[in-house]
């Protein structure tokens, strides 16, 4: 991973973390989808935290930590299905991913992008997962580059366009700069359509009280 790459990835763990300060949640039992175990460790110091190749039984997770990870699975839908296989009915799944504004400055060039679904659909597809009470969020970064070489290696390494592509159409900024936005969309559901006593209406949505969701004084 690139060191911007890994500074927006370090970024979007971090608001995952604060996002998960307002959920009653103590978890256990953690399955880090990504490369996460250096933010996860500090906050959940007693939580026992499983990497993506560990054998995970139905039902034995308490928080699914998944750092931009969707963007690189070949099929999401499985991978989602899969998730909520491991996920206790009250356990969280909580997620990072990139929205379709992403590189949104070099959209005429031919790119390797990894996939961009906009909140909507994700949270089409969680609800189709067997997930409950889907919340999306979307946040934009943008990273700015000095050197024109080294913003197409980041892009190189991370996949984002072909290695053997050496130039693209992007404008410079006013500072004589190159800047690429990342638009991150920002989810947290419920590990079934059965949370603490709440069942789904026959639209599939389950009303949770927000005081339930927030940690006690």
């Known amino acids: 991973m690139s060191d911007d790459i890994a500074v927006l ?3 979007t763990g ?3 973390l604060e996002r998960l300060a307002l959920v009653a ?19 959940y110091p007693r939580a026992e935290i499983l990497a993506s190749d560990s054998h995970i039984k139905d039902n034995s997770i308490d928080l699914l930590f998944a750092n931009l990870v ?4 070949d099929n999401i839908k499985n991978v989602l299905r899969e998730w909520q296989r491991i996920l206790r009915p009250e356990g969280v799944l909580m997620f990072a991913s990139f929205g379709p504004d992403t590189l949104c400055e070099i959209e005429e060039s031919p790119l390797l992008l990894p996939k961009q679904l906009d909140m909507h659909v994700l949270g ?32 190189q390494i991370t996949k984002m366009i072909p290695e053997q592509q050496n130039t693209l159409a992007i404008k410079k900024t006013v500072d004589n700069m190159f800047a690429l936005t990342y638009e991150v969309v920002y989810g947290h559901a419920f590990g079934t359509e059965i949370y603490a006593g709440f069942l789904a209406d026959e639209t599939g949505t389950v009303k949770i009280p927000l005081a339930d969701l927030r940690k006690k004084n």
């Not at 996460?36 to 460790?41: E, I, N, T």
């Not at 969707?70 to 699975?73: E, K, N």
């Not at 997962?129 to 970064?141: K, R, S, T, W, Y």
Request: glycine residues 4%; aromatic residues 12%.
């Open 124 to 155: 089409d597809m969680l609800i189709q997962a067997g997930f409950a009470d889907p919340v999306l969020d979307v946040e934009h970064f943008t990273l700015v580059y000095r050197d024109y070489k080294q913003l197409l290696y980041e892009l």
């Open 14 to 16: 971090e608001q995952m």
């Open 70 to 73: 969707l963007p690189w699975c």
């Open 25 to 43: 949640l103590q978890p256990t039992r953690i399955f880090d989808a990504g490369n996460s175990a250096d933010l996860l460790k500090p906050v």
């Open 9 to 11: 990835a370090k970024a």
